[in-house]
């Protein structure tokens, strides 16, 4: 008798459609996840209805191990929907698409308790498990039950938790512009009432969860009052408990005031204004626009004082006028130099368009694909110590990564791999909640499918997506890189000289450009991408191992090297009393733990460095990629 459906899990990153065909090598297979402790992760299956299907509901028993249990609590199943694109990102080739518009794309993970599936359809469910930090490393097995009036099945869940924790402030910095008025709108509530807040508090709080730290302040919430001397009052009530909630919920490491000015002719233009600012007559209640230049030096002032009187200074940066191009960049500095005048404290942060900022904008947050195209200007500011960020929007396209919708979902989470291989200390998106009429259809016709927002209004809250889980995997990602980069410096410490002068933490690079070799040529394979993930909790734990030893290698293993033939020198440092062999080789030791050699590679293309004392042994490898035409 033919199963009323079937259960099947997906690839990593991979998207299931309703027209997906189980792969027969994956039905009734497990569902397997391997993550640090203090993460999120998570993976689709499918339910592929042999007949039409019924009130299907999804549950999930609690995970054990020999010793510790994940519960359920910790751990999410859910629906995921679908939204409707019309049209594909331009400029993009197939070959870097997911699926030809126009076309349905799984991303909304909804809110709802059951549905019903037709026949000869796909439902693709995500199931998200949450690793508390005190959870045992090791093996975790549970199941992943679905019930439907024509009968009942599951999956196994098998989660691997690796001994390592992730720590709960990122370090990379993450910022994705919202609006609140979408949201009271979508929620029906209105704007800062009592149950605005209530919700608003969901939004952030998903925000954090994924990653976000850093979050837009709209200075019109400051509210301006104007007495009958004409003097300008500020009201900040509204402002601090916006803050105040970001801070306590979002675990905020900064916020950003938003734009003082605007381009005076659109997007493009050569002169740069400053916005207009409603203003009540606090004699009549009369609301009147008065000019920036009017409003901004008692307000940026006083602003400034506040921010100091909160404890917030420190975290704040504001914005002078969006992407600022070479045309306005004059107007743009102008307008840059009255704001720190009347501010001096305050940090300078903008989206731009054009390269030459020094001395008028401390972060810099330039599109990935400029940055790419003008790397050697932006390089030099990085230098000079101005903090650099990059933004993606509706750019760039094409071999570049990106969050739309009809993108591979490798080429969200391979941002922040990016973050990590150019040194970019943050990310910004403007696009977490803009979306036009109806957030879960027809997008693509103005903008590319998906710019407009990551995330979706559900029943009680914000619904996460496909895409934000992916994008939270890649800051994820980036934490594991740091971890390793910390893990060596720990070492470091404890050989003493002369390892602290040698720099081997960057061997976290060596390991990250393996993924992304530049900002266009990145593996488009998740496996390679888990792989090298694989190979970091691996090099964290050896290092962990006695006998502790760091070493380096010139050329480094990411570097693709031509037959010639080939002379690697190896640099190390190791315990006192150690005996090192490389490729079978005996070096010798100085009585300070340094060694160094020059080896060619063994027939697997590989250096082995083994190091060893007393009972102990530890083992190195370094594997290179060879071209011999």
């Known amino acids: 008798m033919t199963s009323p459906f079937l259960l099947w899990p997906a690839k990593p990153l991979e998207r299931i459609y309703r027209d997906s065909i189980p792969p027969k090598d994956r039905i009734g297979k497990p569902v397997v996840i391997s993550?640090?402790?203090?993460?999120?992760?998570g993976c689709l299956f499918g339910i592929t209805a042999n007949i039409d299907l019924h009130n299907v509901t999804l549950s999930v028993t609690d995970l054990e191990s020999n010793n510790g249990t994940i519960r359920?609590?910790?751990?999410?199943?859910?629906?995921?929907?679908?939204?409707?694109?019309?049209?594909?990102?331009?400029?993009?080739?197939?070959?870097e698409l997911d699926r030809l518009a126009p076309c349905d794309i799984p991303d909304p993970i909804l809110d709802v308790d059951s549905m019903d599936i037709p026949a000869g359809e796909t439902q693709p469910c995500w199931i998200l498990v949450y690793v508390p930090k005190d959870t045992p490393s090791g093996k975790y097995r549970g199941k992943i039950i679905v019930n439907t009036s024509e009968g009942s099945d599951s999956l196994d869940l098998v989660v691997r938790v690796y001994p390592i924790v992730l720590p709960d402030r990122k370090h990379l910095l993450v910022t994705n512009w919202f609006d609140v008025e979408r949201i009271a709108k979508a929620h029906k509530v209105k704007l800062w009432s009592e149950e605005f807040w209530k919700i608003f508090k969901k939004w952030i709080k998903l925000m954090a969860e994924h990653g976000q730290n850093v979050f837009l302040v709209p200075i019109h919430i400051i509210r301006i009052y104007?007495?009958?001397?004409?003097?300008?009052?500020f009201d900040f009530s509204i402002f601090d408990k916006y803050v105040e909630l970001l801070f306590n919920v979002g675990k905020a490491k900064r916020i950003e005031i938003s734009h003082v000015a605007q381009h005076e002719k659109g997007w493009g233009s050569r002169t740069v204004v400053f916005k207009k600012f409603r203003v009540v007559k606090k004699c009549s209640g009369e609301t009147i626009e008065v000019p920036g230049e009017k409003i901004l030096p008692h307000l940026l002032s006083t602003l400034e004082k506040h921010l100091e009187e909160k404890g917030w200074l420190d975290k704040a940066m504001i914005h002078i006028c969006d992407e600022p191009t070479e045309d306005s960049i004059d107007s743009w500095k102008s307008i840059s130099g009255l704001v720190h005048e009347w501010a001096p404290?305050?940090?300078?942060?903008?989206?731009?368009e054009a390269t030459g900022f020094?001395?008028?904008?401390?972060?810099?947050?330039?599109?990935?694909?400029?940055?790419?195209?003008w790397y050697r200007e932006y390089k030099k500011a990085m230098e000079k110590g101005y903090e650099m960020w990059f933004y993606t929007c509706c750019n760039p396209r094409g071999l570049y990564?990106?969050?739309?919708?009809?993108?591979?979902?490798?080429?969200?989470?391979?941002?922040?791999?990016?973050?990590?291989?150019?040194?970019?200390?943050?990310?910004?998106?403007?696009?977490?909640?803009?979306w036009r009429d109806n957030p879960f259809d027809g997008l693509g016709r103005d903008l590319p499918p998906g710019d407009t927002h990551i995330v979706y209004p559900g029943r009680e809250g914000p619904l996460s997506s496909l895409r934000f889980e992916a994008m939270r995997d890649g800051i994820e990602d980036y934490e594991y890189l740091k971890l390793l980069e910390e893990e060596i410096k720990k070492v470091k410490e404890k050989l003493g000289d002369p390892a602290r002068k040698i720099p081997f933490e960057q061997r976290a690079q060596e390991l990250c450009r393996k993924v992304v070799q530049s900002i266009t040529d990145y593996t488009r394979d998740p496996e390679k991408l888990l792989e090298v993930r694989e190979l970091i909790v691996k090099e964290i734990i050896t290092l962990r191992e006695r006998p502790l030893a760091l070493i380096m290698t010139d050329p480094p293993e990411d570097k693709v090297l031509t037959y010639g033939p080939i002379m690697i020198i190896v640099r190390g440092v190791c315990?006192?009393?150690?005996q090192v062999t490389v490729n079978n080789k005996q070096v010798i030791v100085k009585q300070n733990g340094y060694f160094s050699t020059w080896t060619g590679l063994d027939k697997h293309n590989r250096v082995v460095v083994v190091i060893?004392?007393?009972?102990?042994?530890?083992?190195?490898?370094?594997?290179?990629?060879?071209?011999?035409k």
Not at 345 to 352: G, H, T
Not at 358 to 373: K, R, S
Not at 575 to 578: D, L, R, S, V, W
Request: glycine share 6%; proline share 4%.
């Open 35 to 41: 993550c640090a402790k203090n993460e999120f992760e």
């Open 72 to 95: 359920k609590e910790n751990i999410k199943v859910n629906f995921v929907g679908f939204v409707h694109i019309v049209k594909n990102t331009p400029d993009t080739p197939a070959s």
């Open 226 to 233: 104007s007495d009958k001397s004409g003097t300008f009052l």
């Open 345 to 352: 404290r305050l940090v300078r942060v903008d989206a731009i």
């Open 358 to 373: 020094e001395g008028y904008l401390e972060v810099w947050v330039p599109t990935l694909h400029h940055f790419n195209d």
């Open 401 to 434: 990564p990106n969050r739309f919708l009809d993108y591979p979902l490798i080429k969200i989470r391979i941002l922040h791999w990016i973050n990590y291989a150019y040194n970019l200390k943050g990310y910004l998106h403007w696009g977490l909640n803009w």
């Open 575 to 578: 315990e006192k009393g150690c």
């Open 612 to 628: 060893s004392k007393n009972s102990k042994k530890k083992v190195l490898v370094r594997q290179f990629t060879v071209r011999y």
